[in-house]
T-cell receptor, first 117, second 111 residues
Framework: AQKVTQAQTEISVVEKEDVTLDCVYE???????LFWYKQPPSGELVFLIR??????QNEISGRYSWNFQKSTSSFNFTITASQVVDSAVYFC??????????????FGTGTQLKVEL | KAGVTQTPRYLIKTRGQQVTLSCSPI?????VSWYQQTPGQGLQFLFE???????NKGNFPGRFSGRQFSNSRSEMNVSTLELGDSALYLC??????????FGPGTRLTVL
């Protein structure tokens, strides 16, 4: 069985602070993919990143960065110099290799990020 | 390129009725997946269709069904609605395996 844990239910920061969202996963698959999605109040899930299990290189995209550590089964997400527009619920998700292929995301419970002025 | 579209955006039904939700994937995408989001259970996978065939299925009762058409558009149907079916239903499309792009969702309220 696969499981994604986002222990932080809610985080509040002041604008321009850095914030890290934690994600810990469990899977028996040797090949799998990890994702981060952002869900603003409008409800649509916005794709942020996909990482495969063989690529542990950290990634930076503008103010966003991701730290993937297989040894601790973690895939953490950092927002540098947060802005009010970053306020949203952030989901970490996992997709393993399925018999017959395809997609099936297992989501964490999400972290509500509130960025205040 | 147009994103994933879902219709209707909001729906109110009563218990016992049935409902059909529609999803149009990104042009060229052949995989369509459906997810249910509720405050209590979070985001849960319903099923995935690829080339008009159900490729994967989650743990939902048979009241939840779906289909995909030759143009990759997909519909999901819920029969004999229960109060607990009230949720945001999200559709996602992808080329095959890979990044899944989500639509805005259909918010279903069952009274």
């Amino acid at each position: 069985a696969q499981k994604v844990t986002q222990a932080q239910t809610e985080i509040s920061v002041v604008e321009k602070e850095d914030v890290t969202l934690d994600c810990v996963y469990e899977t028996r698959d040797t090949t799998y993919y990890l994702f981060w999605y952002k869900q603003p109040p409008s409800g649509e899930l916005v794709f942020l990143i996909r990482r495969n299990s063989f690529d542990e290189q950290n990634e930076i995209s503008g103010r966003y960065s991701w730290n993937f550590q297989k040894s601790t089964s973690s895939f953490n997400f950092t927002i540098t110099a947060s802005q009010v527009v970053d306020s949203a619920v952030y989901f970490c998700a996992l997709s393993g290799r399925l018999t017959g292929g395809g997609n099936k995301l297992t989501f964490g419970t999400g972290t509500q990020l509130k960025v205040e002025l | 390129k147009a994103g994933v579209t879902q219709t209707p955006r909001y729906l109110i039904k009563t218990r016992g009725q049935q409902v059909t939700l529609s999803c149009s994937p990104i042009s060229g995408h052949r995989s369509v997946s459906w997810y249910q989001q509720t405050p209590g259970q979070g985001l849960q996978f319903l099923f995935e269709y690829f080339s008009e065939t159900q490729r994967n299925k989650g743990n939902f009762p048979g009241r939840f069904s779906g289909r995909q058409f030759s143009n990759s558009r997909s519909e999901m149907n819920v029969s004999t609605l229960e109060l607990g079916d009230s949720a945001l239903y999200l559709c996602a499309s992808s080329l095959d395996e890979g990044e899944q792009f989500f639509g805005p969702g259909t918010r279903l309220t069952v009274l």
